[in-house]
């Protein structure tokens, strides 16, 4: 994959370096692929080697890369790939065209984790926890019928997400949630642009706020594990 893709760049290292970052979490460049060399970055996009120097580190540190000397920079292993990084979770924002094996080490992630959280929920919800449940699913309905409001419905869907892990009442699983926030909206993303309409999904959440509010464990498990599993159809994970 060459440079010429990419879309023009505007701003210091910082901005470089998500421009790049983004484009390796799309998937331009593979895992093992020799990545542009630093004087071919700065020509391409009419900068400074030293500012190229600087994005590269940002992305080595996210795991992103590895710089050897002799070898030059290559793309690292995607499970070399720092994915909690705050850094990385920013890059992620408002990125919808991500490597479809991310996609998948995402989703796997979420199918193992959001079940156990939704359950979490179920014990440690308070009223104001389940305040913003209803919110965001009330926001999930009233958008969820017009095609022109599907950027509105994502956001309110990625919101009832997060007041769920909100909902555990637990540190962890609260940073947790925020970290995965751009990668949550990403899956919404590409899977609403995959379905004709949102009924389906918009049963399934309900489902789980209804066994979070009745305190029903088990259920909102097994809810949660119902929307996952729509998603995974709606992406074409599975069939």
């Known amino acids: 994959m060459t440079l010429d893709?990419?879309?023009?760049?505007?701003?210091?290292?910082?901005?470089?370096?998500?421009?790049?970052?983004?484009a390796l979490l799309a998937?331009?460049?593979?895992?093992?692929?020799?990545?542009?060399?630093?004087l071919d970055i700065a020509r391409h996009f009419a900068v400074s080697r030293n500012?190229?120097?600087?994005?590269?580190?940002?992305?080595?540190s996210a795991g992103l890369l590895e710089r050897t000397a002799g070898r030059g920079t290559l793309v690292r292993?995607?499970?070399?790939?720092?994915?909690?990084?705050?850094?990385?979770?920013?890059?992620?924002?408002?990125?919808?065209?991500i490597d479809p094996q991310l996609v998948r080490a995402i989703y796997a992630f979420r199918y193992s984790a959001e079940p156990m959280v939704a359950g979490l929920a179920a014990q440690a919800a308070l009223p104001e926890d389940l305040e913003r449940l209803e919110t965001a699913f009330a926001g999930m309905e009233k958008t969820a019928a017009s095609t022109d409001l599907r950027g509105e419905h994502a956001e309110y869907d990625v919101a009832f997400h997060d007041a769920t892990y909100r909902a555990t009442h637990n540190?962890?699983?609260r940073q947790m949630g925020h970290l995965l926030r751009p990668s949550i909206m990403a899956l919404v993303w590409g899977s609403q642009d995959r379905t004709?309409?949102?009924?389906?999904?918009?049963?399934?959440?309900?489902?789980?706020?209804?066994?979070?509010?009745?305190?029903?464990?088990?259920?909102a498990e097994s809810a949660a594990h119902e929307v996952l599993?729509?998603?995974a159809i709606d992406l074409g994970i599975v069939s």
């Open 5 to 22: 893709t990419l879309p023009p760049h505007t701003g210091g290292a910082e901005h470089l370096a998500r421009l790049l970052a983004q």
């Open 27 to 38: 998937g331009r460049w593979q895992p093992g692929d020799a990545f542009p060399r630093e």
């Open 51 to 60: 500012q190229v120097r600087n994005a590269l580190a940002t992305l080595t």
């Open 77 to 97: 292993e995607m499970g070399d790939w720092h994915l909690l990084d705050p850094l990385m979770s920013k890059w992620m924002t408002g990125l919808v065209n």
């Open 171 to 173: 540190l962890v699983w």
């Open 196 to 219: 004709g309409t949102l009924d389906d999904s918009l049963s399934r959440h309900r489902q789980v706020l209804e066994a979070i509010r009745n305190r029903d464990i088990s259920a």
């Open 229 to 231: 599993r729509r998603t």
